[in-house]
T-cell receptor, first 114, second 109 residues
Framework: IAGITQAPTSQILAAGRRMTLRCTQDMRHNAMYWYRQDLGLGLRLIHYSNTAGTTGKGEVPDGYSVSRANTDDFPLTLASAVPSQTSVYFC?????????????FGPGTRLTVL | GQNIDQPTEMTATEGAIVQINCTYQTSGFNGLFWYQQHAGEAPTFLSYNVLDGLEEKGRFSSFLSRSKGYSYLLLKELQMKDSASYLCAVTSNDYKLSFGAGTTVTVRA
């Protein structure tokens, strides 16, 4: 059982390019989340989904979009990358919607925007 | 929104005890989590407190006082592998999880 996977592991991207970070879980969890982690700021919630077909905005949603077409996949898209989006991105899932349950994190994607 | 404060760094000796404090201010409270994150890795779940009191799990214990907006994570019998960042996180009435910046614990021989 893989748990939760993310791709790519790392990426260097030119500013202005479009990029989709992939996240897949095989635990049949209803809730999924995207965070970014920056030094000194901790993990900040970008977008979340409490169940397939629904999404919501987190603390720092600007410049990012998500979709949740099915239970397993929760891709994060940067429509036009900017250098301030350089960060480590973590996807997470939980069997309890709304942040109440333990969250399982993917291994992360390290993104550099030049 | 939430305001979550925890110390930036702590250093302790192998075999000792370390207590990591976390204070929070939130518009509503629905639970507090502690996660461990080793350098370059993903966070992993340590504990969850929703009621006042102490939750013990092996060498790790977590305490919560809702009236004081205060929690601590106690690490006993420290081992070198406990060197990591420890993240305090709070779930509020909007049911989103907000994280503190994390406390980096360094265990020395």
């Amino acid at each position: 059982i893989a748990g939760i996977t993310q791709a790519p592991t790392s990426q260097i991207l030119a500013a202005g390019r479009r990029m989709t970070l992939r996240c897949t879980q095989d635990m049949r969890h209803n809730a999924m989340y995207w965070y970014r982690q920056d030094l000194g700021l901790g993990l900040r919630l970008i977008h979340y989904s409490n169940t397939a077909g629904t999404t919501g905005k987190g603390e720092v949603p600007d410049g990012y979009s998500v979709s949740r077409a099915n239970t397993d996949d929760f891709p994060l898209t940067l429509a036009s990358a900017v250098p301030s989006q350089t960060s480590v991105y973590f996807c997470a899932s939980s069997d309890s919607a709304g942040g109440a349950g333990e969250q399982f994190f993917g291994p992360g994607t390290r993104l550099t925007v030049l | 929104g939430q305001n979550i404060d925890q110390p930036t760094e702590m250093t302790a000796t192998e075999g000792a005890i370390v207590q990591i404090n976390c204070t929070y201010q939130t518009s509503g409270f629905n639970g507090l989590f502690w996660y461990q994150q080793h350098a370059g890795e993903a966070p992993t779940f340590l504990s969850y407190n929703v009621l006042d009191g102490l939750e013990e799990k092996g060498r790790f214990s977590s305490f919560l006082s809702r009236s004081k907006g205060y929690s601590y994570l106690l690490l006993k019998e420290l081992q070198m592998k406990d060197s990591a960042s420890y993240l305090c996180a709070v779930t509020s009435n909007d049911y989103k999880l907000s994280f503190g910046a994390g406390t980096t614990v360094t265990v020395r021989a």
